[in-house]
């Protein structure tokens, strides 16, 4: 069993910065890849990062165009601990922030924004920005 705990999450305005935070507890990082993926009221959630532990591969998906240059992932092995940085956020970046460690790390490079791959999600953290 996995428990995620996600933090971080606020009211920032436009061009702001947040850290979101996730710890995972039950399971090390250091054996795993986590995610960050987003969703917003009426819609499916997405994929928004991701990172391999070994080796820190990261993983941005088809919203890397959207997030690129302001969203970092990065993790911390020792910590058991993932972070998204975000900054310049956009009132488009409102959205629940949720973590996931998903159930196959192998093959996590192949299936990393799918979401039926994935077994254990955080209970998400709300990002709110204002224009």
């Known amino acids: 069993q996995v428990q995620l705990v996600e933090s971080g999450g606020g009211l920032v305005q436009a061009g702001g910065s947040l850290r979101l935070s996730c710890v995972a507890s039950?399971?090390?990082?250091?054996?795993?890849?986590m995610s960050w993926f987003r969703q917003t009221p009426g819609q499916e959630r997405e994929f928004v990062a991701g990172?391999?532990?070994?080796?820190?591969?990261?993983?941005?998906?088809y919203l890397a165009d959207n997030v690129r240059g302001r969203f970092t992932i990065s993790g911390d092995n020792a910590k058991n601990t993932v972070y998204l940085r975000m900054s310049s956020l956009k009132p488009e970046d409102a959205a629940v922030y949720y973590c996931?460690?998903?159930?196959?790390?192998?093959?996590?490079?192949?299936?990393?924004?799918?979401?039926?791959?994935?077994?254990?999600w955080g209970q998400g953290t709300q990002v709110t920005v204002s224009s």
């Open positions: 996931a460690v998903p159930k196959d790390p192998v093959n996590y490079s192949s299936n990393y924004d799918d979401l039926p791959a994935y077994e254990y």
């Open positions: 039950g399971r090390t990082f250091s054996t795993y890849a």
């Open positions: 990172i391999r532990s070994t080796g820190h591969n990261t993983y941005y998906g």
